[in-house]
């Protein structure tokens, strides 16, 4: 409520009215953003929720240690709302009650640019940070898992974003005798793949692992969508792409006693009934995927050396994992 006072000079009231428009516009851009109405939450809306921060940006396990309000708590249908749960799911399970807490966000400067987003789970005693990019248009690109603990027996692990805005991940193990095994790996973000590339891995030792299936979660309505897999290191996931004339795939593979690993994300673009092409400009690497009834044969057709190892091809024959039929219930006797 404003009083006005007679006598009060034009410039004194000009001043007064000034003062109080600045407090209520920084009041208005001060306030906080609440992600309890899904219906009319927006993508701003939710990266907004993460407080500003800067790069060089670093998690470590023992950050994940820290309390974090429950007032800061992302509703899963939030969560999910804006990033697939695949990367959630493949650590704490498809029926655990995850806690998913923001932590940090950053914009790259520039126009155009990417938002990182930082983040928080937890579920009993297992925690675990993670990275979500989201691309110009403030659409999900892609995520990855940057540190965890209370899953194994990892002694230091840490996840950074530098000022370059490079990702790296890095984690320890103590072995008998004090023997110290690593692994490094460090990723760019490719904008013409929409997504997070390896570009280098440092292990002294390599540290058998599961691997995680980014798409994993993603729909597989389309006609050649699926899992094609020899093993559980060996594998083509297809999913459903943006229309009918393309899909997204996740490559990884594993040869000579993983001694040569390769691995790609990206979409493929269908070029005739059963054939669909991984092509980008400026980029040398190319594979076509040539679909059967029940396999997928893959082939390197580009230079794809940057996504493996130098003395192995993306190649090879997969065959198709069958699709589990849901469970019906049996009619009951003298029901229509």
Do not use: W
């Not at 974090?68 to 999910?80: E, H, K, Q, R, T």
């Not at 230091?156 to 072995?175: H, I, N, P």
């Not at 994300?265 to 980029?283: D, H, I, L, P, Q």
Request: with cysteine; net charge positive.
């Amino acid at each position: 409520m404003l009083i006005f006072i007679n006598g009060l000079s034009d410039d004194f009231m000009k001043k007064y009215l000034g003062i109080l428009l600045i407090v209520v516009l920084v009041s208005c851009k001060d306030k906080k953003v609440s992600l309890q109405d899904e219906s009319t939450l927006d993508v701003g809306d939710f990266i907004e929720f993460f407080p500003a921060a800067s790069a060089p940006y670093r998690i470590a396990d023992s950050n994940l240690s820290r309390k974090v309000s429950d007032s800061l708590l992302i509703p899963g249908a939030v969560f999910n709302k804006f990033i697939p749960d695949s990367v959630l799911q493949k650590d704490f399970g498809k029926s655990a009650k995850v806690k998913i807490y923001p932590l940090g966000r950053i914009k790259e400067k520039g126009k155009g640019k990417e938002t990182y987003l930082f983040l928080k789970a937890e579920s009993g005693n297992k925690r675990a940070g993670y990275l979500a990019v989201f691309d110009e248009d403030q659409e999900y690109a892609d995520q990855v898992q940057l540190v965890r603990t209370g899953f194994d027996r990892t002694t230091s692990a840490y996840g950074l974003l530098d000022a370059k805005f490079q990702v790296t991940t890095y984690r320890e193990e103590k072995r008998p005798g004090n023997e110290l095994k690593f692994k490094r790996n460090v990723y760019i973000f490719n904008t013409a793949a929409n997504s997070l590339t390896l570009i280098m891995t440092e292990p002294n030792e390599e540290m058998i692992e599961n691997v995680i299936n980014p798409i994993d979660t993603l729909t597989k309505k389309n006609k050649f969508s699926g899992d094609y897999i020899k093993d559980k290191y060996n594998f083509v996931s297809v999913r459903d792409g943006r229309n009918a004339n393309e899909y997204r795939f996740f490559v990884h593979f594993e040869k000579e006693k993983r001694e040569c690993v390769g691995e790609l994300k990206g979409r493929a673009r269908v070029v005739s009934k059963t054939m669909a092409r991984f092509e980008e400009a400026g980029n040398p690497c190319s594979i076509e995927f040539l679909f059967g009834a029940t396999t997928v044969s893959m082939k390197e057709v580009g230079g794809c050396g940057t996504y493996r190892d130098i003395k192995c091809f993306f190649e090879g024959s997969y065959p198709k994992m069958k699709e589990a039929k849901p469970k019906t219930t049996p009619a009951k006797k003298g029901s229509e």
